[in-house]
C-alpha cells in the first residue's frame, strides 16, 4: 500500500475515554497487544461506535468492556466539542482493520469515576485490551502515549484542563 493510497482512506469513527478520578489523574492502560520487543503502548479506553450507536453510549460501553467501570459508577463531565483525526503510521495501516481505514477520528468524553480501584477490572471483557493500569496526572500521561497518538491527547487534555 503506498502513502498515496493511504491519504485516499476514510478515518474510522471512534470514541476516547478520559476517566479522571478525584485527584484529576486520569486512568492509562498498558495495551495488551504489544510485543515484547516492542517499546510499552500506554492508552485511555478507547474504541469503535457500532452501527447506529450514539458516541456517548459507546464511550460507556467501552470504558465498562476495557476496565469493568460500569456507567453507574461514573459522571459524564464533558465531551469535546468536534472529532479530532489521527493518522496511522503507513507501516500499521495494512495490519489494523483489514487496511480499510487511514486512522481514526475520535469523539472523546471526560467521565468522573466514584468508585474505588478494586472496582477497576481489566479482565471484565474476554477480550482483555490492557495488562496493567495506573492514574497518571495530565502531563505525564502524555510522556506515556505513543508518539502517533500524542497530539490527539494534547487536544483532548487541553479541551478537558478545566476539570482536571
Known amino acids: ?46 474504541g469503535g461506535i457500532d452501527k447506529g450507536e450514539d458516541p456517548r453510549a459507546a464511550a460507556l460501553r467501552e470504558l465498562t468492556e476495557e476496565t469493568g467501570v460500569t456507567p453507574d459508577l461514573v459522571t459524564v463531565e464533558a465531551e469535546t466539542e468536534g472529532w479530532i483525526a489521527y493518522d ?8 489494523i482493520w483489514k487496511g480499510r481505514f487511514r486512522g ?20 471484565a471483557d474476554d477480550h482483555q485490551e490492557f495488562t496493567e493500569w495506573r492514574w497518571l496526572s495530565a502531563d505525564r500521561v502524555l ?15 487541553d479541551a478537558f484542563r478545566d476539570h482536571l
Open 104 to 123: 481514526q477520528e475520535q469523539k472523546w468524553f471526560l467521565l468522573r469515576f466514584h468508585g474505588s480501584d478494586d472496582q477497576i477490572r481489566l479482565d
Open 143 to 157: 510522556s506515556q502515549i505513543v508518539p502517533f497518538k500524542r497530539a490527539v491527547y494534547e487536544q483532548v487534555i
Open 88 to 95: 496511522l503510521p503507513h507501516d500499521i495501516v495494512p495490519r
Open 1 to 46: 500500500m503506498t502513502p498515496d493510497d493511504i491519504a485516499k482512506l476514510p478515518y474510522r469513527r471512534n470514541v476516547g475515554v478520559m476517566l479522571v478520578n478525584a485527584a484529576g489523574e486520569a486512568f492509562v492502560g498498558q495495551r495488551a497487544d504489544r510485543q515484547p520487543h516492542e517499546p510499552p503502548a500506554r492508552q485511555m479506553p478507547q
